[in-house]
DNA sequence: TCTGGGGTCCTAGGACCC
DNA sequence: TCTGGGGTCCTAGGACCC
């Protein structure tokens, strides 16, 4: 019998990931509360010091303003933080072929075999990334080595930040006994409450239940995840750089919640036009576009479209949501977010059209697309855009960018 | 978690086919 | 005629992630 040799996964999550970059960038704000988000209203990143005053993710720059006058409040610096990524990614692909970018903040890494390669062990490799990051991008980050993925982002989050911390076979049962079931990746709310309920506190509890209880209890994903857990690598490592999206979304919340119907469609239309930007950007065209609108209480009405003829240009696809918008739209409900997705793109070279007759106008709109959107590289967002868009970029909208407003307009 | 915005993947059930 | 078994494709919707 062929015995497997044992896998060891490197995961590295980023502390506090954006404010630690721009403690990176501005030294002075070490060892201080910060937060970023300053341009969205919310609070998207805060420093550890931050956290300690009672600060959260999600509460509004105003409260912080407010409550906590001696905060640093930033806005984002979105391209400074993927350059930073880029280069921690960097930094690990020194020692590691097998990289995976999984999110701006976070990757793991196959370092199965090196050890001899480098001459250390996987502890004094570890640490080395780490100093390394540490020493050269001056942020700090915690690392997790284990078996398989889902071991190894246990261990990650088990010392945060500046932590590293390693979970073996031998020490599994030990850590996950220590580990509540909520905080397993891909263990969600939902998942964790019905665990619960059968008496699944850790997740020690978790992997003690037997394959066929997870069968018959559990949908496939989470069988995988107890394989995992028990210490088997099913999920592999995916190096390949994610630079095709498979869908797009914009989407936007507005307070207060309103049934305004031209207010509604035109926040629909910008998101048309930025989704249809950024899918241009990528030269992607979506089979399928469709809008949703959240009422005040959360609820979400979706409604699909598919497109005869795939197209990337606003001026095609936004009739289609007017056309359908009564689907989703009711005359006395309150509505707080409006959103659109663009699902099933594929790439625009191998677009060929359709049988329709609809793919000269859209490439006639598509080269007048070209040209605002190189005048918008030149000259900022949102300079042209839609007379449909036009509401949505005039009325002060809770969230919305500042810099939207006091532009000169140019209509289309 | 009193709830922002951008994503991925899986599944149940219906339509349609032989 | 209302009665099989089995396969594929599509859709809506759920759950989860950062």
Known sequence: MQVKKEKTILHIDGDAFFVGVEMAKNPKLKGKPVVTGEERGIVSALSYEAKALGIKRGMPIFRVKRDFPKVTILPGDYKAY?????????????????????SIDECFADLTGIERLHKMNYRQIAE???????DELNISVSIGLAPTKV??????????????????KDTTLDYLSKTPIEKIWGIGPKTSDYLKRKGIITAKDFIQKNVTWIRENLSKPYEILWNELNGEYLMKIDPITKTIYSSIQKTRSFYPATNEKIFLLSQLSKHVEEGCAKARYYKLVPKKVSFFLKTK??????????????TNVPEILIPLIEENFNKVYKKNILYRTAGVTFNELISDDINQGDLFGNNNLSKKF????????????KFGKHIVYLASTQKAIKRKVKGTDSDDFDRDLLFL
């Open 82 to 102: 993927v350059q930073y990524s880029g280069k921690m990614f960097d930094i690990v692909r020194r020692y590691a072929d097998d990289v995976e970018e999984y």
């Open 297 to 310: 209480d959360f609820v979400i009405n979706e409604h699909q479209i598919t497109l005869n003829s795939t």
């Open 151 to 168: 071991l190894s982002k246990v261990a990650s989050k088990y010392v945060k930040p500046n932590g590293l911390t390693i979970i073996t």
């Open 366 to 377: 598509e080269v007048i697309h070209k040209q605002i959107d190189s005048l918008e590289n």
């Open 128 to 134: 080395q990334i780490k100093k390394e990051i540490n």
